[in-house]
């Protein structure tokens, strides 16, 4: 992720969670569709981009022209609608110009020398951008490339459409499962992410990015002294920092820290069972968990008098989704640190922070997801932003 003059970071300077959308699939006023975008020190990588996500990113401080890889955990609507909108707008996209005027994006050169926008998903998300991109006239000025994560049932090759690729279109692979999982679908120097599937009414996968372990804390005071003592210029200092080992003039041999484990965010998409996904998520520094529906008596007026924590339960299930309590249970598996909520019902406000029934709302939710799981809960809001922190160094 540096750029091509600067020196490779050792460690990313700060992790953050921005919910661009929190809603399931009808969105309100206060929830819009699902999206959120993670921060990896300057970098922005969007998961999911419902429709009006870039609406929310201007509402936001996230940056348009940050974004660096999309991934889409699957092609319902409520998840995609945003991300030709989106596209348009970072890659200088547009409707061409009149006949006998030049456009000169279609003059481009060789894209194969620009980094692409990176985006990854299931089958039919290239044939999807493809088809919408093709439809609406809309030219890109800048290159982007879809990678696929094959599911065992998919076929291994072919783009799912006829439809040949744009200019700016890059060849993208097509990852086939391995052993249950996609390991490793990305890596680089400070992170990597890997994907599983996990259980929706449709094909949905679920991501999981690691950070490499980090620099442990340094004390100068174990360190300074050799080095001036034997005239070891201070430099030395940001290779102990890395946990190496120097042997200084003297014999002196001096140990870095040793590294530490880096953080872990696992973002789900929907799903009524994410378990071929627990191994990857296993004490995840975060976990990100649909809750879309909740049986709340007593506190959502809308309650139905007929139906049960069973009932409600049953037909979440049925429709792919969960509730706070599977969502949960799932956190409790897998030993997360925290679990964060979202894609709620349209019937669950998302203005909390400032209105009292949707406090008792959403604080009811919580509860329920709390019968289950003992770590720290947090509905998400539409614009909330999180940092994630290094774990203490006595944890
Ligand atoms: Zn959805
Ligand atoms: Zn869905």
Redesign the pocket.
């Known amino acids: 992720m540096a750029g091509k003059n600067k020196v490779t970071p050792t460690a990313l300077s700060s992790i953050n969670i921005t919910f661009l959308g929190t809603a399931s699939?009808q969105p309100s006023s206060t929830r819009n569709h699902s999206s959120l975008a993670l921060r990896l020190g300057g970098d922005v990588w969007l998961f999911d981009c419902g429709e009006a996500t870039q609406h929310q990113i201007q509402r936001s401080g996230v940056k348009m022209g940050r974004i660096k890889k999309i991934f889409i955990t699957?092609t319902?609507g409520?998840?995609i609608f945003g991300l030709l909108p989106l596209m348009a707008s970072i890659m200088n996209g547009a409707g061409g110009t009149v006949e006998g005027l030049e456009d000169e994006r279609n003059h481009a050169t060789d894209y194969r020398e620009v980094s692409p926008l990176e985006i990854y998903g299931p089958l039919g998300t290239r044939a999807y951008i493809r088809s919408g991109l093709t439809y609406t006239h809309t030219i890109l000025g800048a290159p982007y490339v879809v990678h696929e994560l094959r599911f065992p049932i998919d076929p291994a090759v072919g783009d799912y459409t006829e439809m040949l690729s744009l200019a700016t279109e890059l060849a993208g692979q097509n990852i086939p499962e391995d052993n249950g999982i996609w390991p490793n679908i990305y890596q680089d120097s400070l992170v990597s992410v890997s994907a599983a599937p996990i259980l929706?009414?449709?094909p949905?996968v679920g991501y999981v990015v690691t950070e490499k372990p980090v620099p442990g804390k340094m004390d100068p005071k174990q360190y300074v002294p050799h080095i001036k003592r034997t005239n070891t210029p201070m430099a030395v200092m940001s290779r102990l920092q890395q946990g190496e080992t120097v042997t200084l003039s003297d014999g002196t041999v001096l140990h870095g820290p040793s590294r530490r484990p880096g953080r872990k965010i696992a973002i789900l998409?929907?799903t009524y069972d994410p378990s071929p996904l627990a191994k990857l998520a296993a004490n995840a520094d975060i976990l990100i968990h649909e809750a879309t529906n909740a049986h709340l008596p007593g506190v959502d007026s809308d309650t139905k008098p007929e139906d049960s924590y069973e009932t409600v339960e049953i037909r979440a299930k049925s429709r792919?989704h969960s509730t706070p309590q599977m969502a949960g249970a799932f956190a409790n598996r897998v030993g997360a640190c925290r679990l964060l909520l979202n894609h709620f019902s349209a019937r669950y406000p998302g203005n909390d922070d400032v209105d009292e029934e949707a406090r008792r709302m959403m604080g009811a939710i919580k509860a329920l997801a709390a019968e289950e799981f003992r770590g720290e809960i947090i509905c998400a809001r539409d614009l909330m932003s999180i940092e994630v922190q290094l774990r203490a160094l006595s944890d």
Do not use: I, L
């Open positions: 699939a699957h319902h409520d998840h929706h009414s449709v949905c998409g929907d792919g």
